[in-house]
T-cell receptor
Framework: GAVVSQHPSRVICKSGTSVKIECRSL??????MFWYRQFPKQSLMLMAT?????????EQGVEKDKFLINHASLTLSTLTVTSAHPEDSSFYIC???????FGDGTRLSIL | DQQVKQNSPSLSVQEGRISILNCDYT??????FLWYKKYPAEGPTFLIS?????DKNEDGRFTVFLNKSAKHLSLHIVPSQPGDSAVYFC?????????????FGAGTILRVKS
């Protein structure tokens, strides 16, 4: 069964809306979780590393004020896309564990 | 700079035959390698991994081979089944340098024909 759960699976919203995506480790504790983004027909690009109890580490070129990450517990990390615009439309996926197991992803569509 | 490369965008194989997916890497610090399978609109599913201290790891129909001197790894699927049709991603990690962060290849689409 799934060891990493991601919610919601799909979001469609208007430009300017903030969207929160949750990532949970189901049967293990994760001090670190990872957030990826995948554009159509492209590979997974790491956006940031979520660290429980401390600030997330963002990859080069990822706006930390745009993509807010909170890792408040050992089983939950959240990614909030703030003031989303059409160019933020993408497939967002989280992972945790070793080997890394992935959630089923969130398809974000900004109108 | 692509540190992990999957040079074949797609591969087509007959059911029952062997599928061989290839992956090359450039960073000699990578010490842990993984293969994932992905269907559209789903997250990747972990298949098999190998540590740099090994040159082969087997799990059922899946075998991963690692050639450190050539910086090359491959995934063998035998026998291939139609349900294996998916995108396969190779990923690498250098714990000391990246702290379990994975670097992914671009993926190879595998089509298994029945």
């Amino acid at each position: 069964g799934a060891v990493v759960s991601q919610h919601p699976s799909r979001v469609i919203c208007k430009s300017g809306t903030s969207v929160k995506i949750e990532c949970r480790s189901l049967d293990f504790q994760a001090t670190t979780m990872f957030w990826y983004r995948q554009f159509p027909k492209q590979s997974l690009m790491l956006m940031a590393t979520s660290n429980e109890g401390s600030k997330a580490t963002y990859e080069q070129g990822v706006e930390k004020d745009k993509f807010l990450i909170n890792h408040a517990s050992l089983t939950l990390s959240t990614l909030t896309v703030t003031s989303a615009h059409p160019e933020d439309s993408s497939f967002y996926i989280c992972s945790a564990g070793r080997p890394q197991h992935f959630g089923d992803g969130t398809r974000l569509s900004i109108l | 700079d692509q540190q992990v490369k999957q040079n074949s965008p797609s591969l087509s194989v007959q059911e029952g035959r062997i599928s061989i997916l290839n992956c090359d890497y450039t960073n000699s610090m990578f010490d842990y390698f993984l293969w994932y399978k992905k269907y559209p609109a789903e997250g990747p599913t972990f298949l098999i991994s190998i540590s740099s201290i090994k040159d082969k790891n087997e799990d059922g129909r899946f075998t991963v081979f690692l050639n450190k001197s050539a910086k090359h790894l491959s995934l063998h699927i035998v026998p291939s089944q139609p349900g294996d049709s998916a995108v396969y991603f190779c990923a690498a990690s250098a714990d000391m340098e990246y702290g379990n962060k994975l670097v992914f290849g671009a993926g190879t689409i595998l089509r298994v024909k029945s």
